[in-house]
């Protein structure tokens, strides 16, 4: 049996995680990661039959029943899991009934999946709905779109629009536009729900005065949604406090996304 700390999956989320709160989004055990792993790699490195206890989803997740998951743990603080993943990340299988989750690996000390895992599970579900290869859920508080989120009103067409017009690569990153939720109690079946709603026809959901979820294939895929949000949210609140001059129109993002082939969310542009 390999070494699971030698795992690629492992590493690269463990990696993610520690470049997360170097940017300064995640602090304290401020978001969470999880990521769909395939059974057949996994193998290589776990005992599978081996389940070393279970907990309640306390919701019916049996869409992705005997499906496994790398999560980061409720609690966990962003800056220790690098360097001790096995106390900080977790391995589990969603149970046959859907309704528990077995763990096979990591939680050393006792712990459990992310408050979070209602909508991360519920993000995978619906995305694995839509996008056969998807496997990332990453929930961050980058600082700026944070911020911005206590300025704007609560309206995804005018947030998705202020960012497109930030910066020329917004609307080849995210022509679909970013879902917006207005505040919500965190850490709820029902947020989960609302957001995992959104993840029908986008990657990216923000929560209002709270942070953001990306989605994607891969982990550079997920991250590099928040990367590209935060970085134009950065811009925007840099610029606000003047007068602009200059802008990019609803002609030319139309005009944006037609050559790199993406198509804008109907309704921003006409
Ligand atoms: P967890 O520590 O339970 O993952 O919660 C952190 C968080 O960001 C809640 O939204
Ligand atoms: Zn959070």
Known sequence: MKNILDYKVLKEVADIIDRMYLLGWDERNGGNVSYLLDEEELKEYLDLNKVLRTYPLNFDASEVKGRYFLATGTGKYFRNTKNDPETNLGIFRVSEDGLNAELIWGYKDGGKSTSETYAHLMCHIQRLRVDPNHHVVIHSHPTCTLAM???????????????????????????????????????????????????????????????????GETIDEAFGLIETVEKAADVWLKYRQFKEINTISDEN?????????????????D
């Open 149 to 215: 989120t206590h300025i704007l009103p609560n309206d995804e067409k005018i947030f998705t629009k202020e960012l497109w017009k930030v910066m020329t690569e917004c609307i080849v990153v995210f022509p679909e536009g970013i879902g917006l939720l207005p505040w919500m109690q965190c850490g709820t079946y029902e947020i989960g729900v609302a957001t995992a709603e959104k993840m029908v026809d986008r990657r990216l959901v923000v929560w209002g005065l709270h942070g953001i979820y990306g989605v």
């Open 253 to 269: 993002l139309k005009g944006i996304a037609k050559f790199y082939g993406g198509v804008p969310r109907k309704g921003y542009l």
